[in-house]
């Protein structure tokens, strides 16, 4: 894959943490490598829409949970005006208030999005297609999040029954 040299694609992995300097205060850290021509009152309002305020903004980030260091992040994606989101379980250190946020700002996110989600909360509100990877196959699944988890836990079952049935037949 060889993306358009002007794309700007912001990324959010289950190691999130790994693009800040945890030695650093959030204001800090933006006036530094984010936001550098700002002021600091700027980068306070621009950290406070994602949920970072008051003395957390001041507090070294390696001191912070993992739920506002992730608040972090997302500022820092959407600082980058990106027209591509990739999202690899954004939710894992987020509550539900946050999960639903972020389901707001992904389904008013004006450029494209691919997530990889275990999480039905976001799942439920963001999708507008489903792809199945499995079986070395990547194909789009007919059908809404309901149907698709639905026909999952027949397939389980119906696995777990010749699994059981098979366990009998050998013992």
């Known amino acids: 894959m060889r993306p358009h040299s002007h794309l700007r694609m912001a990324r959010f992995t289950q190691h999130f943490e790994d693009v800040l300097d945890l030695t650093k205060t959030p204001i800090d850290y933006f006036k530094s490598k984010i936001m550098?021509?700002?002021?600091?009152?700027?980068?306070?309002?621009?950290?406070?829409?994602?949920?970072?305020?008051g003395a957390v903004q001041s507090q070294i980030m390696g001191q912070l949970?993992?739920?506002?260091?992730?608040?972090?992040?997302f500022?820092?994606?959407?600082?980058?005006?990106?027209?591509?989101?990739?999202?690899?379980?954004?939710?894992?250190?987020?509550?539900?208030?946050?999960?639903?946020?972020l389901a707001k700002a992904?389904?008013?996110?004006?450029?494209?999005?691919?997530?990889?989600?275990?999480?039905?909360r976001?799942?439920?509100?963001?999708?507008k297609e489903l792809w199945?990877?499995?079986?070395?196959?990547?194909?789009k699944y007919e059908g809404d999040i309901?149907?698709?988890?639905?026909?999952?836990?027949?397939?389980?079952?119906k696995a777990n029954g010749q699994a059981a049935l098979a366990q009998h037949s050998n013992g």
């Not at 949970?65 to 992040?73: D, E, L, M």
């Not at 309901?146 to 079952?157: D, G, P, S, T, V």
Request: some cysteine.
């Open 106 to 120: 992904i389904n008013e996110f004006k450029g494209g999005v691919i997530l990889v989600s275990h999480d039905m």
């Open 36 to 53: 550098p021509k700002s002021e600091i009152d700027q980068i306070r309002a621009w950290l406070g829409r994602y949920g970072c305020t």
């Open 75 to 101: 500022a820092i994606m959407a600082n980058s005006k990106p027209h591509l989101l990739l999202l690899d379980e954004p939710t894992n250190p987020l509550d539900m208030n946050a999960i639903d946020s």
């Open 146 to 157: 309901m149907n698709f988890k639905l026909a999952m836990r027949k397939e389980i079952k």
């Open 132 to 139: 199945i990877c499995d079986h070395k196959k990547v194909q």
């Open 122 to 127: 976001l799942i439920s509100q963001v999708t």
């Open 65 to 73: 949970s993992a739920g506002q260091k992730a608040r972090i992040v």
